[in-house]
């Protein structure tokens, strides 16, 4: 059975430094992973995937994401925090192999807050 | 903590019909409902915004016509997929939350549709 695991319910930075989002998953498959945020009242954005390609993934605004297959992990990192980073993440695996359709499994999601 | 309760899970059905899929807050009520959609291989994309007692946000290229959302009470929002085809077969998925609290999704429904 599949399952994801975000490590931290709320992270806190300051705008300028490093973040850091840790997503942990277990899966039967090849999984594929994602990474999306929400911004207050608006809907989910992808940010990255990963299909089993490169195990280093860029996506947008700067994010990036590792999936490291000995520490089951998948964690978000940006260098640089901007207040308009502030939002919630969501990391998701897929159940299916390959990542084709069928089921999400979401993370409980990590509400990153930006200070000035 | 908050639940959002998604039916069918799966559902098979024959092109030409149309299927309703239930969204549901458990414990709290939603003014605002989303729902979403997972082409094979590709990653979420949302359909609709689902807004209580008025008339749902459709993201562009979506048809309305096509994809019916009713939001009539503060804990259930409906997408009803209308002369379902083929093409339609696809994994939706519905999100909720709490005032101002994290969101929370649905299970998920697979549509195949033959």
């Known amino acids: 059975a599949q399952s994801v695991t975000q490590l931290d319910s709320h992270v806190s930075v300051s705008e300028g430094t490093p973040v850091l989002l840790r997503c942990n998953y277990s899966s039967s498959y090849s999984p594929s992973l994602f990474w999306y945020v929400q911004h207050p009242n608006k809907g989910l954005q992808l940010l990255l995937k990963?299909?089993?390609?490169?195990?280093l993934v860029k996506g947008i605004n700067g994010f990036e994401a590792e999936f490291k297959k000995s520490e089951t992990s998948f964690h978000l990192t940006k260098p640089s925090a901007h207040m308009s980073d502030a939002a919630e993440y969501f990391c998701v695996v897929s159940d299916s192999p390959g990542g084709s359709q069928g089921n999400l499994i979401f993370g409980k999601g990590t509400k990153l807050s930006v200070k000035p | 903590g908050a639940v959002v309760s998604q039916h069918p899970s799966r559902v098979i059905c024959k092109s030409g019909t149309s299927v309703k899929i239930e969204c549901r807050s458990l414990d709290f009520q939603a003014t605002t409902m989303f729902w979403y959609r997972q082409f094979p291989k590709q990653s979420l994309m949302l359909m609709a915004t689902s807004n209580e007692g008025s008339k749902a946000t459709y993201e562009q290229g979506v048809e309305k016509d096509k994809f019916l959302i009713n939001h009539a009470s503060l804990t259930l929002s409906t997408l009803t997929v209308t002369s379902a085809h083929p093409e339609d077969s696809s994994f939706y998925i519905c999100?909720?939350?709490?005032?101002?609290?994290?969101?929370?999704f649905g299970s998920g429904t697979q549509l195949s549709v033959l």
């Open positions: 990963y299909t089993s390609a490169a195990t």
């Open positions: 999100s909720a939350r709490p005032d101002n609290e994290k969101l929370f």
